[in-house]
């Protein structure tokens, strides 16, 4: 099985556009950046008044790459010490547990 992502790797960016529909409320975009900055695209749209809720889910979805990819380099480092005795176990198990259900739900 492949181990490669089934979703737009990041980094993403929120784009606000005005208007575009009958209610002319403002969305905001949340585009791909190609290795030269370039925005391409759309992996979803967040549609809404100027409110900070609208705003910070706009934020969480265009970080999700890159907290997708920090949370797998915490699990490796965290999966390292346990295979070399240097972390308890029993004080993150349940940390570890909560990430890699994380992990495998974004990937599904």
């Known amino acids: 099985m492949s ?25 905001r975009l949340i585009r791909p950046v190609d290795d030269k900055n370039y925005e391409f695209g759309a992996v979803a749209y967040v549609y809404g008044d100027e409110s900070k809720i609208n705003k910070a889910n706009a934020a969480l979805i265009a970080a999700a790459p890159d907290l997708l990819e920090a949370l797998k380099l915490m699990v490796e480092m965290i999966a390292f010490h346990w295979h070399e005795d240097t972390l308890p176990k029993n004080e993150t198990d349940v940390p570890m547990q909560a990430a890699s259900a994380a992990i495998a739900k974004a990937k599904s």
């Not at 181990?3 to 969305?27: D, F, S």
């Open 3 to 27: 181990n490669e992502a089934k979703y737009t790797p990041g980094p993403w960016r929120i784009a606000e556009l005005q208007g575009g529909n009958v209610r002319e409320e403002k969305r």
